[in-house]
């Protein structure tokens, strides 16, 4: 038990971040039914869809579950009534200020985290009364800090500044990197681009087989203009890239990005035209696995880890 298991009352230090298109229903179940936090991503789907999935989710598991929303969200108040109406106990928000919404969503009972990308987010997630913030590193997939600051960076800094609860994120997708975020000081892990390769994802089969082909360097921070998000360099990317090379504003860049590209590309699987948000570690990731493996792999390594460490005897954690 630790400061992250106990807070969410799930068996590991791991939870699985929510991602637009990609985490529904039934992988955030099935995350959850394995030990971890399983999250629903609700920034990609319409209020009543968002209704669905939590039904669907609480009937296919009777663990703790999370939704997470980002404040860009337009109809975000049908959501948060949702919530409320539906009890779902944990809500990790992302994307805006969590003062917005954190009081509220506490006053009905629920567990409140709040994603950030630097020490100062941190500070304010503390002082609006989260009860833990998830700090993500440059290596994650999807929107992400301008700053560029990397997990191995972010984690020690941002755990000096705060008190409560920390969950690392950004490049972690086995036991290595649970072990090495719980070192660096956080008290628990979201995985994100590791799980979107599961059977349960929501991602097309198509997206999932080219984060399986994918090897070092094939991801890239972009749109930095407008939202920075990491992505797969694909043709929609390298249209991105000629725009920059001609000296474009970002009025040329949110033209070329227009409307539901993320769909077109993670839900849809159009690989040429779409937007394919994952991680660094697309390049370690080399097989679709169901979710709950994937949770048993990863502490499998850490706990065989931890006993190679100890038996080496250099040092003990
Ligand atoms: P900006 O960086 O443009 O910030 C807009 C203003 O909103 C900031 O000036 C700040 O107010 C406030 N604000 C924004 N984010 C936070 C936060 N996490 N905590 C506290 N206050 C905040 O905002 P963006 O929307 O472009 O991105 C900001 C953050 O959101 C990044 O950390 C990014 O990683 C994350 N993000 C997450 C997404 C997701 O769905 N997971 C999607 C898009 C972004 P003030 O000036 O008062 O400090
Ligand atoms: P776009 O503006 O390009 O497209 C909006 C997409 O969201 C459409 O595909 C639309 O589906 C769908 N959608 C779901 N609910 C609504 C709604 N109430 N109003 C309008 N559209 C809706 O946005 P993006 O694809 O870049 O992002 C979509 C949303 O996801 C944004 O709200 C953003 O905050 C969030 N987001 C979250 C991220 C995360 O990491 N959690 C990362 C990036 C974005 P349809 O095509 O069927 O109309």
Redesign the pocket.
Known sequence: MNRITSLFNIKYPIVQG?M?WCSGWELASAVSNAGGLGIIGS?SMYPEVLRMHIEKCKAATDKPFAV?L???YPDIDKHIETIIELKVPIVFT??????TWTTKLKEHGIVVV?????V??AL??EQ?GVDAVVA?GFEAG?????DETTTLVLIPMVRDAIRIPLIAAGGIADGRGLMSALTLGADGVQIGSRFVVSEEASAHINFKNEIVKAIEGDTQLTLKEL??VRLLKNDFYNKVEAVYLKGGNAEELKELLGRGRSKKGMFEGDLVEGELEIGQVAGMISKIKPAGEIVAQIMLEYTNLRKDIVRGGKFCI
């Open positions: 929510g637009i920034g997470n980002p404040m860009l992302s994307a805006g200020n969590p003062k709040h994603v950030v990308s630097s100062k987010f304010k997630a609006a993500e999807g929107h992400n800090g301008r939202t920075p």
